[in-house]
């Protein structure tokens, strides 16, 4: 990994090859692999709120004088790692010195991924000394592993604990300090020294109460032994790279020996260039095929927008050019997002556009509703304002929602009793029905209930609508997040810029989506902490609210989510836009991991039994059990992101259960058996 940070390395001992490797169990030996990384001393950094910092290490370290540390004992699961192109890295280890010294000895796991492709195996390293692999791991697989001193010899160890397979290597080593223990996870370096992309390994899980090895993660300091955590000088380790937090762990549990380290990242896929498209103002819709749906509020042939189609790799293709009918009868500007129908098509508004009754410059600008296949075959169902006095609405910013019930829920900006938007349910033959219209609480002037919601509705596992207003509610203006049931009984859960400089935000024109955590996120297009380029946020049910991710502006991550609120993938990371930024101005598509773990998606939500349901999620090839709340099922494996299963005889409702690679993912939302 990286090179030493100071210091001189001593001299170095080398023991014939027959003391070298330890073998303690059968099998027996196998071949040493050198591999491609290097690990190396952490770069420690001190805020000045007292945490700590090292790239490229997170987990936790216990310090003692030099020649003091003569045992460290560890224990986790492997993680299993959602691979994109290219190659990153992931490893998991326990060791002794590193931390403020020239020397790591050090035994532990990788996940990695290569050209696209998972490896797992067990390594060691003697830092200067290169990497070298001992055997293959799975995913899922408990690991114990020691590093220990005794009579001038390290001995380093390492059992699969499924397999019983175990490796290791005794070596002298007379410039090591002994002065730190490390129960860690890393971003390993090239062998040229360069820090790989850190793979994408979710949560990985250390301790007793993870793995049930007993005595880990477990230190040796002088006199004292015990948990990690109970040793003074202990203290935990985050993981940030060129200031971008990669990965942190959790509180240890009571006794001081069992913790996680989640993986968290942010990166900029795509760039809009204006003629693909521009200001993409919507979130995005992982769909059947296991891509990306999305639309750009400007751009394209006719610069009234687009919508487009992007991988999880980043390619993009742009599905349908706005305003190609004379008039811009078939809508023009789509700020909302797509949803998709049990039919498998999407729906979506546009705000300008249509053949409603109100215009601007001669055209008609009270938006539509409207449908498109994935070939990108474009109908429009409803056009707004078509009642007096735009009594059912008008510019819909916002997308739909398709309810439990099938019929379709969303927002619009203006129209409804008072002027200031309304929420409305639309069925597939567009009969429209207003909810509720904002500026009913408070009075004008006032609106404590929120005015002008830009953005869509969620409907939440409670059967409830979660939304947001971008407007009113108190003297700065700033918005709302909203709470309302079917029948049209509204609560005020967040107003927005509560807090000084407005750094949780303001002016959310975002859609919120419900986490597999229970909990909402969504985007605010101002306020923050740097240049008010918006943020990224997570609110409870009951209204606490969490600032996840400050945009940067451009050329960097982007700037102004005004659509873009994230949603949640099958591999657990949130995907969204921002309207701005990014490398060419034009606004960036972004991935978002809190450290969720992955599950699986079924299309559609609800069926009888016989029905034939798609299952949605990633790395899905290795499948070898499907059951529908604990009912098993038949299931046919169509490719890596897609599963087709029979609801079976004997099912109820609950969560639909994936069993691959030794991982159990569930659905992100219960599967409802129609009796």
Same mark, same amino acid.
């Given at each position: 990994?990286?090179?030493?940070?100071?210091?001189?390395?001593?001299?170095?001992?080398?023991?014939?090859? #027959?003391?070298?490797?330890?073998?303690?169990?059968?099998?027996?030996?196998? +071949?040493?692999?050198? #591999?491609?990384?290097?690990?190396?001393?952490?770069?420690?950094?001190?805020?000045?709120?007292?945490?700590?910092?090292?790239?490229?290490?997170?987990?936790?370290?216990?310090? =003692?004088?030099?020649?003091?540390?003569?045992?460290?004992?560890?224990?986790?699961?492997?993680?299993?790692?959602?691979?994109?192109?290219?190659? *990153?890295?992931?490893?998991? &280890?326990?060791?002794?010195?590193?931390?403020?010294?020239?020397?790591?000895?050090?035994? @532990?796991?990788?996940?990695?991924?290569?050209?696209?492709?998972?490896?797992?195996?067990? &390594?060691?390293?003697?830092?200067? *000394?290169?990497?070298?692999?001992?055997?293959?791991?799975?995913?899922?697989?408990?690991?114990?592993?020691?590093?220990?001193?005794?009579?001038?010899?390290?001995?380093?160890?390492?059992?699969?604990?499924?397999?019983?397979?175990?490796?290791?290597?005794?070596?002298?080593?007379?410039?090591?300090?002994?002065?730190?223990?490390?129960?860690?996870?890393?971003?390993?370096?090239?062998?040229?020294?360069?820090?790989?992309? %850190?793979?994408?390994?979710?949560?990985?899980?250390?301790?007793?109460?993870?793995?049930?090895?007993?005595?880990?993660?477990?230190?040796?300091?002088?006199? *004292?032994?015990?948990?990690?955590? !109970?040793?003074?000088?202990?203290?935990?380790?985050?993981?940030?790279?060129?200031?971008?937090?990669?990965?942190?762990?959790?509180?240890?549990?009571?006794?001081?020996?069992?913790?996680?380290?989640?993986?968290?990242?942010?990166?900029? %896929?795509?760039?809009?260039?204006?003629?693909?498209?521009?200001?993409?103002?919507?979130?995005?819709?992982?769909?059947?095929?296991?891509?990306?749906?999305?639309?750009?509020?400007?751009?394209?042939?006719?610069?009234?927008?687009?919508?487009?189609?992007?991988?999880? !790799?980043?390619?993009?293709?742009?599905?349908?050019?706005?305003? !190609?009918?004379?008039?811009?009868?078939?809508?023009?500007?789509?700020?909302?997002?797509?949803?998709?129908?049990?039919?498998?098509?999407?729906?979506?508004?546009?705000?300008?556009?249509?053949?409603? $009754?109100?215009?601007?410059?001669?055209?008609?600008?009270?938006?539509?509703?409207?449908?498109?296949?994935?070939?990108?075959?474009?109908?429009?169902?409803?056009?707004?304002?078509?009642?007096?006095?735009?009594?059912? +609405?008008? $510019?819909?910013?916002?997308?739909?929602?398709?309810?439990?019930?099938? +019929?379709?829920?969303?927002?619009?900006?203006?129209?409804?009793? $008072?002027?200031?938007?309304?929420?409305?349910?639309? /069925?597939? !033959?567009?009969?429209?029905?207003?909810?509720?219209?904002?500026?009913?609480?408070?009075?004008?002037?006032?609106?404590?209930?929120?005015?002008?919601?830009?953005? +869509?509705?969620?409907?939440?596992?409670?059967?409830?609508?979660?939304?947001?207003?971008?407007?009113?509610?108190?003297?700065?203006?700033?918005?709302?997040?909203?709470?309302?049931?079917?029948?049209?009984?509204?609560?005020?859960?967040?107003?927005?810029?509560?807090?000084? @400089?407005?750094?949780?935000?303001?002016?959310?024109?975002?859609?919120?989506?419900?986490?597999?955590?229970? /909990?909402?996120?969504? #985007?605010?297009?101002?306020?923050?902490?740097?240049?008010?380029?918006?943020?990224?946020?997570?609110?409870?049910?009951?209204?606490?609210?969490?600032?996840?991710?400050?945009?940067?502006?451009?050329?960097?991550?982007?700037? /102004?989510?005004?659509?873009?609120?994230?949603?949640?993938?099958?591999?657990?990371?949130?995907? @969204?836009?921002? *309207?701005? =930024?990014?490398?060419?101005?034009?606004?960036?598509?972004?991935?978002?991991?809190?450290?969720?773990?992955?599950?699986?998606?079924?299309?559609?939500?609800?069926?009888?039994?016989?029905?034939?349901?798609?299952?949605?999620?990633?790395?899905?090839?290795? #499948?070898?059990?499907?059951?529908?709340?604990?009912?098993?099922?038949?299931?046919?494996?169509?490719?890596?992101?897609?599963?087709?299963?029979?609801?079976?005889?004997?099912?109820?409702?609950?969560?639909?259960?994936?069993?691959?690679?030794?991982?159990?993912?569930?659905?992100?939302?219960?599967?409802?058996?129609?009796?």
């Amino acid at each position: 990994m990286n090179a030493p940070i100071v210091g001189i390395l001593g001299t170095l001992t080398v023991l014939p090859l #027959a003391a070298q490797v330890y073998w303690p169990t059968t099998p027996k030996t196998v +071949g040493i692999v050198p #591999a491609r990384h290097r690990h190396a001393p952490a770069v420690i950094q001190r805020r000045p709120d007292g945490t700590v910092t090292g790239s490229p290490w997170s987990g936790y370290v216990a310090t =003692g004088a030099p020649g003091s540390v003569t045992d460290a004992k560890g224990s986790w699961i492997v993680p299993s790692v959602t691979c994109k192109s290219g190659s *990153q890295s992931s490893v998991f &280890w326990v060791g002794i010195d590193g931390y403020g010294n020239n020397t790591v000895e050090q035994i @532990g796991t990788a996940s990695d991924c290569a050209d696209g492709i998972p490896n797992y195996y067990a &390594w060691y390293e003697f830092y200067p *000394q290169p990497e070298l692999r001992l055997f293959t791991v799975k995913p899922g697989d408990p690991i114990s592993a020691e590093a220990s001193y005794s009579g001038g010899m390290f001995t380093v160890t390492l059992t699969d604990e499924r397999t019983g397979r175990q490796g290791g290597q005794s070596l002298a080593w007379p410039d090591a300090q002994r002065s730190t223990a490390e129960c860690v996870a890393e971003d390993p370096s090239s062998v040229t020294h360069v820090i790989d992309p %850190l793979a994408e390994f979710g949560t990985v899980l250390f301790g007793y109460d993870n793995t049930g090895v007993a005595n880990t993660c477990y230190a040796t300091v002088g006199a *004292q032994a015990g948990p990690i955590g !109970s040793l003074p000088g202990a203290f935990p380790l985050s993981m940030v790279n060129n200031g971008t937090p990669e990965a942190a762990p959790s509180l240890l549990s009571s006794d001081g020996s069992s913790f996680s380290v989640t993986w968290t990242s942010f990166s900029p %896929l795509f760039s809009f260039n204006g003629g693909n498209g521009a200001a993409p103002s919507s979130p995005l819709l992982q769909a059947l095929d296991g891509n990306f749906y999305g639309t750009t509020e400007s751009g394209g042939e006719y610069d009234s927008g687009t919508v487009f189609k992007i991988t999880p !790799s980043g390619t993009m293709t742009t599905l349908y050019n706005f305003c !190609s009918q004379t008039g811009c009868t078939d809508g023009a500007n789509p700020y909302s997002g797509l949803v998709q129908a049990t039919n498998g098509d999407f729906y979506g508004t546009t705000l300008y556009g249509g053949s409603g $009754n109100c215009y601007f410059e001669g055209y008609p600008e009270c938006g539509t509703v409207f449908r498109i296949t994935p070939g990108g075959t474009l109908k429009t169902l409803y056009t707004f304002c078509v009642e007096s006095g735009c009594a059912d +609405g008008a $510019n819909p910013y916002a997308g739909l929602v398709q309810a439990a019930n099938g +019929g379709l829920y969303g927002t619009t900006m203006y129209g409804g009793a $008072n002027g200031q938007g309304t929420v409305f349910e639309i /069925n597939p !033959s567009g009969m429209m029905t207003t909810l509720y219209s904002f500026c009913s609480q408070g009075g004008l002037g006032t609106c404590t209930d929120g005015c002008e919601p830009f953005a +869509g509705l969620t409907q939440a596992a409670s059967g409830d609508f979660y939304g947001t207003t971008e407007d009113c509610a108190n003297a700065y203006d700033a918005g709302t997040v909203f709470k309302i049931t079917p029948s049209g009984a509204l609560t005020t859960l967040y107003t927005f810029c509560s807090q000084g @400089g407005c750094a949780d935000g303001a002016n959310p024109f975002a859609t919120l989506v419900q986490g597999t955590d229970g /909990n909402f996120y969504g #985007a605010t297009y101002n306020g923050g902490t740097s240049g008010n380029y918006g943020t990224v946020f997570k609110i409870t049910p009951g209204g606490a609210l969490t600032t996840l991710h400050v945009f940067g502006g451009y050329p960097t991550d982007g700037a /102004n989510p005004y659509f873009a609120g994230p949603i949640q993938a099958t591999n657990g990371d949130f995907y @969204g836009t921002t *309207q701005f =930024g990014g490398a060419s101005g034009y606004g960036t598509v972004f991935d978002l991991s809190v450290g969720l773990g992955p599950f699986v998606e079924t299309q559609p939500a609800s069926g009888k039994v016989g029905t034939v349901v798609r299952i949605l999620g990633t790395n899905l090839t290795g #499948a070898t059990g499907v059951a529908f709340n604990g009912t098993p099922a038949t299931f046919t494996i169509v490719s890596a992101s897609e599963i087709t299963a029979t609801v079976p005889d004997g099912a109820t409702s609950g969560k639909v259960e994936v069993t691959t690679a030794g991982v159990t993912l569930l659905s992100n939302v219960a599967f409802r058996v129609i009796q």
